[in-house]
């Protein structure tokens, strides 16, 4: 009854807050399947874009692999050698179509520096990150709806104050947050390890511990935006005349607010999850610094000082995947969320 | 599709975070200490790479001395001693061949014996790489005679041939044939002759690195450890709190973390790491007229007030001075170019300069930690009471590449502290690396050739010589001697002061 209900009084949205127009249509696989065809098909040129506007701007920036190797020494006939044979002395677009010709067999060659595989660098730290940001999605989506849902329905004081302190965690620098956790619970308390991560293989309790504090500093923002979206997308839902009226059906109170009023503020919520979950990758460099934690972040942070090239470009291919992965997974989410509804 | 799953998938993963918080906090040992059986380590930076022929030096020396033990050990007074080696002595006259003769019985971590043909093998390989070492000793050619003698037949003199075959330089961190023969494997892994040997299943390169011993090692019993863990933390704030909350025994601390951490009951200790200089490079006035000429010079020394600049940027963790530091300085000249900025005018009045110059100076900017660019700002401000205007670039990554541009007349760094030999390869011969308008001095020139060929007290005068010249012709501007602060544990024994960098194996840790 309650579904037919929100679409006699008109589904909460008619354009979901991404801008993208949302149309009725027949459920089934074939929409997904297709949705994810079109997907893959637009992921190439973009994975592409991003490689060589990367690409570029690592030519650009001041300095190069080969000094950064020979540091003050060298004559400079041996720079010269090196950059020759580090293929730096090539035009930049030569050196991409060379990186990309080989990344399109899988192979996204050695660092230039410490001459380790690259995939197996990536692949030994993608574990970390995932830690990470998967951990801090969980928070946020834990912490975020929930005091969303309870600052909606509570309302008064109680729910300003969480407003309120929504927003502080939102200002707080994130690196500015960690230290202050790590002197706190780290320092003082020493209940976690003030820095380092360890494998869930090597201990699954401390792997937990040494996330604790990190997911807990990233995780800060995120909550604040879910919080503050859940809360608005709540009370305008409430507010409404459909729950009016099933109020005055006689649908209980619990069922009004977590089968009905829930269920249509959660497709704003799963968009705002979607940017903060981008918003993560972003975090997660800093993050990894003031936690010294072995992930994509830091990886790319000093190859980048390094000019190491084919790290710092298959970094950027993997952070590429991942916004479209998120993307993709909002759009999806839309449908699971409401079946009526797909992104066109 | 349900929803019911999810959110209890959601509850259980919040809940196992949180239970897994619970049981840290009722042990209240979430930095629980390590036991005597390991040691955990700190460093600023890591190795580029574990290829000692391709890696630079400085605080990867502390990990790289735990894995490679050198054919020679270089000490705190910047002389060395054999180690690997049993024998050694120049051949002849004018330091063209030297020759050492390996102890025996001695395995690399891989297990494959350490003999002649192995140690050709490596130093062929090492003057192949592009490292930054690779030109601080010229071989001709490498010889072997009998299974533990070589003999190396120098292309240019070098007196030094010892400590380049040292921990200093990397040049001495000898790796076995196998590893030479697969340089891929080289670059990630241990294969030297070494207490310690890296596990690289439990290491990742650029963050932590884990040694566990060597099965191989010549004397079993200075193998204190069972494991020693070296974590790379570029975060000095990162640093003092890994510190803080007892998760390392023995790191890098800065002049702005140490006197935290000394509060905090670590103990902290340094000495001599380098020099803050500035590099007049335009020493002949090439492209910057008024620098060709020494009084010049020499004002831009006697502008500078080494006291106030020394104690606001390092404290207690340095000292002023006016020497460019290497292994031979004359005290005398410490303090060679007081602060004076009225005898600073008059030199530059007397030169022609009344009324000043102007010229561009680049520095490393924040590349070498907080004090690169505030020093220069500081130097720059003094010049400019004497009519010197200075336009101050603050480089990136690319500093050596602005430095050699041609563009600035002089830049400011922070060399370590290196044999005189390698200063003049690096600064002062007119092939020098970091010498960008090929300038030279022909003093100079003839002192370090005559230093080159010569042994002992004789060599060690001479090059004092040189190094009282380049402090008089002021071709630098000396600001003050850095310290590195160590900050360790009380477990941390036998820590001597006096070396130019610490190296793993000095510290006692052998047992």
């Given at each position: 009854m309650a579904d037919t209900s929100i679409d006699a009084?008109?589904?909460?949205?008619?354009?979901?807050?991404?801008?993208?127009?949302?149309?009725?249509?027949?459920?089934?696989?074939?929409?997904?399947?297709?949705?994810l065809a079109r997907r893959m098909v637009t992921a190439v040129p973009l994975l592409l874009v991003v490689s060589s506007f990367n690409f570029l701007l690592l030519s650009l920036t001041p300095g190069d692999a080969a000094r950064a190797i020979l540091g003050t020494s060298g004559t400079p006939e041996q720079y010269e050698a090196l950059r020759g044979q580090l293929g730096l002395d090539l035009p930049v677009y030569e050196q991409y179509w060379h990186w990309l010709a080989r990344a399109l067999s899988g192979d996204f060659g050695s660092s230039i520096t410490n001459g380790s595989p690259v995939l197996e660098s990536i692949t030994s730290r993608?574990?970390?990150?995932?830690?990470?940001?998967?951990?801090?999605?969980l928070v946020s989506v834990v912490a975020g709806v929930g005091l969303g849902v309870f600052s909606a329905v509570r309302g008064g004081v109680i729910g300003r104050a969480v407003d309120a302190v929504a927003l502080v965690g939102w200002a707080l620098p994130i690196f500015w947050v960690g230290s202050v956790l790590v002197v706190v619970f780290a320092i003082k308390l020493a209940w976690f390890p003030a820095l380092g991560y360890v494998p869930f293989t090597e201990s699954p309790e401390d792997w937990a511990r040494s996330l604790v504090l990190p997911v807990t500093?990233?995780?800060?923002?995120?909550?604040?935006?879910?919080?503050?979206?859940?809360?608005?997308?709540?009370?305008?839902?409430?507010?409404?005349?459909?729950?009016?009226?099933?109020?005055a059906n006689g649908v209980s109170r619990r069922s009004l607010i977590y089968r009905h009023a829930l269920k249509n503020a959660a497709i704003p919520v799963v968009t705002v999850l979607g940017v903060q979950t981008v918003g993560l990758l972003g975090g997660a460099v800093l993050i990894e610094s003031v936690f010294s934690v072995p992930g994509l972040g830091s990886l790319v942070v000093g190859s980048a000082l390094a000019h190491d090239i084919p790290t710092v470009q298959a970094v950027a291919v993997v952070f590429t995947v991942v916004v479209i992965v998120v993307n993709l997974s909002v759009d999806l989410a839309y449908g699971l969320l409401n079946p009526r509804v797909s992104a066109a | 599709?349900?929803?019911?799953?999810?959110?209890?998938?959601?509850?259980?993963?919040?809940?196992?975070?949180?239970?897994?918080?619970?049981?840290?906090?009722?042990?209240?040992?979430?930095?629980?200490?390590?036991?005597?059986?390991?040691?955990?380590?700190?460093?600023?930076?890591?190795?580029?790479?574990?290829?000692?022929?391709?890696?630079?030096g400085g605080a990867p020396n502390v990990l790289r001395s735990l894995t490679n033990e050198s054919l020679f050990h270089m000490n705190a007074d910047y002389t060395a001693s054999p180690a690997l080696v049993s024998d050694y002595k120049y051949v002849g006259d004018g330091n063209k061949v030297f020759e050492f003769t390996l102890k025996k019985g001695i395995r690399f971590t891989d297990g494959s014996p350490l003999n002649a043909a192995a140690v050709k093998t490596w130093l062929e390989y090492f003057a192949k790489q592009p490292g930054p070492y690779v030109t601080s000793l010229a071989i001709g050619s490498v010889e072997t005679e009998g299974e533990y003698t070589v003999r190396l037949n120098l292309a240019s003199p070098s007196p030094i041939v010892p400590l380049l075959l040292s921990q200093y330089g990397n040049r001495g961190a000898v790796s076995s044939p196998k590893s030479v023969a697969d340089p891929a494997s080289l670059a990630t892994g241990t294969y030297g002759v070494g207490p310690y040997v890296l596990d690289p299943a439990q290491s990742v390169t650029g963050d932590h690195y884990t040694l566990v011993p060597s099965k191989h090692y010549h004397d079993p019993s200075a193998v204190r450890f069972k494991k020693v863990t070296v974590r790379i933390i570029p975060n000095p704030s990162a640093m003092l709190r890994a510190f803080q909350a007892e998760q390392i025994d023995f790191g890098t601390l800065d002049p702005s973390t140490a006197p935290a951490a000394e509060k905090a009951g670590v103990k902290v200790m340094h000495w001599r790491s380098g020099t803050v200089a500035v590099t007049l490079a335009d020493r002949e006035g090439t492209a910057t007229k008024p620098l060709g000429d020494v009084r010049v010079r020499q004002a831009l020394n006697y502008a500078v007030d080494r006291e106030a600049i020394t104690k606001a940027m390092v404290g207690e963790y340095g000292r002023p001075t006016s020497q460019y530091q290497t292994e031979y300085t004359d005290p005398a000249l410490e303090n060679r170019y007081p602060y004076d900025p009225k005898k600073a005018k008059a030199l530059l009045a007397e030169a022609g300069y009344a009324k000043g110059f102007s010229m561009n100076v680049v520095d490393p900017g924040g590349l070498v930690g907080n004090w690169g660019d505030p020093t220069m700002q500081a130097v720059a401000k003094d010049w400019e009471k004497i009519g010197v205007r200075v336009k101050v670039t603050p480089a990136t990554t690319d500093f050596v590449q602005q430095a050699l541009s041609k563009k600035f007349a002089a830049f400011e760094w922070t060399p370590d502290t290196s044999p005189t030999v390698l200063a003049y390869s690096t600064l002062y011969g007119p092939k020098a690396s970091i010498n960008p308008f090929g300038a030279s001095n022909a003093e100079i020139d003839a002192l370090y050739r005559k230093g080159q060929s010569q042994q002992g007290g004789q060599a060690a005068e001479t090059f004092r010589k040189l190094n009282s010249a380049v402090t008089e012709q002021a071709f630098n501007v000396p600001i003050y001697e850095y310290h590195i602060p160590w900050g360790m544990n009380e477990h941390i024994t036998g820590v001597k002061k006096g070396s130019w960098v610490v190296f793993g194996a000095d510290l006692g840790w052998k047992g």
């Open positions: 009084m008109g589904a909460p949205l008619t354009r979901s807050p991404r801008g993208r127009t949302l149309r009725r249509r027949g459920t089934g696989g074939r929409r997904i399947t297709s949705l993608v574990p970390v990150t995932m830690s990470l940001i998967v951990g801090s999605l500093a990233l995780s800060l923002g995120s909550v604040a935006a879910v919080l503050k979206q859940t809360r608005e997308s709540m009370l305008d839902v409430l507010g409404s005349e459909y729950i009016r009226m099933a109020a | 599709m349900n929803r019911r799953p999810l959110i209890a998938l959601l509850a259980a993963s919040a809940l196992a975070l949180g239970t897994a918080a619970c049981g840290a906090g009722s042990g209240g040992d979430g930095a629980a200490r390590t036991g005597a059986n390991e040691l955990r380590i700190g460093l600023s930076f890591g190795p580029f790479t574990l290829d000692p022929a391709k890696d630079g």
